[in-house]
Every structure is written in C-alpha cells, then in structure tokens.
C-alpha cells in the first residue's frame, strides 16, 4: 500500500468521533505518525488501539481544544513523544461545536463556550503552529470550517458567525506564511452525519426534515479523503480551500 505521509506526524483534534477519527485513521493509513486530541479519553484510547491494530503509530492526548493550557501540553506532548521525530508536520485543527438556531432563537448562554471553542481555540492552535512552521520552514495546517462559513443560514446563524471567523482567520494565516513554504488550507464540509448535529441540538423537527430533500449526504470519510487528496499533492501546490457537499445539496 502507498503510503505517501511516511516520516511525517499528524496532530488531529475533535478526533473522539466524526470527521477527526476518520482523518486521524486516514492518515495514519498513509503512513503518518498520529496524536490524536479530544476531550473524552475513553474514545481516544479506542483511536489509539484501531491505528496500532493496523500497524500504524498513534498517541492520544486529552485535552480541551478551547484551552490554551490544553493546547500547549498536546504540542508539547506530541514533540516529546519518541515515534514524533521530535517535530510534526501536519496539524488538523477539527474541533469545534455547533449550536441549533440563528441569532434570534439559539441559546445564548452557549455563545461564549461556543467561540471559546471554534474561534479562540482554534485562533490559539493555528497561531502556535504556525510560529513553529515558519522557523521549521515547512508543514501543513488544515483548518475545518463549513458551508455556513460561506453561505450563512439562518437555521444555525450563531454557529455560522463562528465559522465565518474561522475562515477569515485561515486566510490571513495563510498571507502571513506561504513565505516559508507552509501549505494552509481551509476544508468547508456540507452535511455530514456524525454526533455533531445531536450535539449541537438538531433533531427530526429542526433539522431532519429539512435535510431530506438532498438525499444521500456524507459520511466523516469524505471529508478525510478530501483532506488526505490536498496534503499529497506536490509541496509546490496549495488548495486554500474546498467546499464538499452532498450532490443533492442546494443550500446552504
């Protein structure tokens, strides 16, 4: 099997469930040594024991993803960790959280935890990473954002400020390194079926209805396979950003 990613280390994080476990067993598949982030253990743990089991090589490190303190013990971790080289090359910033309803009706008690999470979290992570990228004069950072980032709606209007925060926020990383040879890119998934959206308080009423005019939509591997497609293209090419959708989705 090729295996494209060799020699290098991938952080992941949300990789407890969803788009971040399929990324983070994608690219240990490709080869890529994975420390894999996300606040319940017990998932980690089960991550950890997929890789190994297929021979491939994973650390999980718990931790917040809203953090600072958490951030710097994953990137400290991960670069004392022996199978790490004492570097790594690829960072997955996934976590994040949603939050059914728009600016009117969500429930602003969770606005704060919410950009805590998507925007200040992944501000911080994206900002050490890249200070490190810059002096190794290489790497790869992939930011997930989402369609609502782009295409607001207003059945997750809040949570869509947060993403459009995100990509901005990837961009303007992306102006300040490209200098020094680091690839930054920004993935916006369409729907994808996971925990994310019981989580973040979708339900049948609210949400399934709505939905199931677009048919079939995707599952977290899409997404990884989008993400494993852009890290393997020549040093020289950057994709800045892609859009994934189910074929049926019109909107957002």
């Known amino acids: 099997m090729d295996k494209p990613l060799t020699g290098k280390t991938a952080i992941v994080t949300g990789a407890s469930s969803g788009i971040g476990y399929a990324t983070a067993i994608t690219l240990a598949r490709a080869g890529a040594a994975v420390v894999s982030n996300?606040?319940?253990?017990?998932?980690?743990?089960?991550?950890?024991?997929?890789?190994?089991?297929?021979?491939?090589?994973?650390?999980?490190?718990?931790?917040?993803?809203?953090?600072?303190?958490?951030i710097d013990l994953l990137l400290e971790q991960t670069l004392t960790w022996k199978e790490s080289g004492g570097k790594y090359d690829i960072v997955?910033?996934?976590?994040?959280?949603?939050?059914?309803?728009?600016?009117?009706?969500?429930?602003?008690?969770?606005?704060?935890?919410?950009?805590?999470?998507?925007?200040?979290?992944?501000?911080s992570l994206i900002r050490r990473v890249g200070q490190y990228m810059a002096q190794q004069?290489?790497?790869?950072?992939?930011?997930?954002?989402?369609?609502?980032?782009?295409?607001?709606?207003?059945?997750?209007?809040?949570?869509?400020?947060?993403?459009?925060?995100v990509g901005a926020l990837t961009e303007a990383l992306r102006r300040e390194i490209c200098q020094y040879g680091v690839r930054v890119s920004l993935v916006m998934p369409g729907i994808v079926?996971?925990?994310?959206?019981?989580?973040?308080?979708?339900n049948q009423e609210n949400f399934g209805k709505s939905i199931a005019q677009f048919g079939k939509v995707l599952e977290p591997q899409a997404i990884a396979d989008s993400i494993h497609w852009l890290l393997t293209l020549p040093p020289h090419v950057n994709i800045n950003e892609i859009m994934v959708r189910p074929t049926g989705q019109s909107f957002p």
């Open 193 to 202: 079926t996971s925990g994310f959206q019981e989580v973040a308080g979708y």
């Open 137 to 165: 004069k290489s790497g790869d950072i992939v930011v997930i954002g989402s369609v609502v980032g782009k295409n607001i709606s207003p059945y997750s209007g809040f949570y869509g400020s947060s993403k459009f925060a």
């Open 92 to 123: 997955v910033a996934n976590a994040g959280r949603g939050l059914a309803g728009g600016i009117l009706d969500s429930d602003d008690s969770q606005w704060q935890e919410l950009y805590q999470t998507n925007v200040i979290g992944v501000a």
């Open 38 to 70: 996300a606040r319940r253990k017990d998932r980690l743990d089960k991550l950890v024991e997929e890789i190994t089991a297929q021979g491939g090589k994973a650390l999980a490190v718990a931790g917040d993803a809203g953090s600072q303190e958490d």
